[in-house]
T-cell receptor, first 111, second 114 residues
Framework: ELKVEQNPLFLSMQEGKNYTIYCNYS?????LYWYRQDPGKSLESLFV?????AVKQEGRLMASLDTKARLSTLHITAAVHDLSATYFC???????????FGKGMKLTVNP | GAVVSQHPSRVICKSGTSVKIECRSL??????MFWYRQFPKQSLMLMAT?????????EQGVEKDKFLINHASLTLSTLTVTSAHPEDSSFYIC??????????FGSGTQLSVL
């Protein structure tokens, strides 16, 4: 059974600081996604990572994938308050579009 | 870009009534759509895979007679929560894929059963 674990689940940080959050998954996966969710809203797609060593950056967020370690990281650079949200990673398996989600990480960036 | 539309965004109903939620792919055809459920402050859990022209595939523990899924066309899937009860109150989200790595989510439906 494919399981996805995120670490940490809660993070409170100051504006301007950097931090890395982690996503581990238990079995081989085809694709890994990072999503952002604001309270009461649906999911906003941030990144999709397809292959070992993939790195993608958008603004203050950078995601990477190590398929051998079954690990993805989401690095936050110089955090700003607007980044406050819940961040989910999710993986697919076996060519399916079904997603298995991590529990999500609630990020609070304090001014 | 491709968009998935979901309606209604919020519904409040009395216990025992049925509620239908629609999920539409607006500018692409989706032979497969997915329905997820999210309880407050929790993650998303896949409920079922909606297959155009055939029966939905339900995840373990999801009652197929309670959560009726119909995927009658390549752009529309519906989820009907039958005889809703307060424990069915949740955020329901659909997703559809245009291409293998292009997955889009609907805006979600907050269901509150009184």
């Amino acid at each position: 059974e494919l399981k996805v674990e995120q670490n940490p689940l809660f993070l409170s940080m100051q504006e301007g600081k950097n931090y890395t959050i982690y996503c581990n998954y238990s079995t081989t996966s085809d694709r890994l996604y990072w999503y952002r969710q604001d309270p009461g809203k649906s999911l906003e797609s941030l990144f999709v990572l397809l292959s070992n060593g993939a790195v993608k950056q958008e603004g203050r967020l950078m995601a990477s994938l190590d398929t051998k370690a079954r690990l993805s990281t989401l690095h936050i650079t110089a955090a700003v308050h607007d980044l406050s949200a819940t961040y989910f990673c999710a993986v697919t398996q076996g060519g399916s579009e079904k997603l298995v989600f991590g529990k999500g990480m609630k990020l609070t960036v304090n001014p | 870009g491709a968009v998935v539309s979901q309606h209604p965004s919020r519904v409040i109903c009395k216990s025992g009534t049925s509620v239908k939620i629609e999920c539409r792919s607006l500018d692409f055809q989706a032979t497969t759509m997915f329905w997820y459920r999210q309880f407050p402050k929790q993650s998303l859990m896949l409920m079922a895979t909606s297959n155009e022209g055939s029966k939905a595939t339900y995840e373990q523990g999801v009652e197929k007679d309670k959560f009726l899924i119909n995927h009658a066309s390549l752009t529309l899937s519906t989820l009907t929560v039958t005889s809703a009860h307060p424990e069915d109150s949740s955020f329901y989200i659909c997703s559809a894929s245009e291409l293998p790595e292009k997955l889009f989510f609907g805006s979600g439906t907050q269901l509150s059963v009184l």
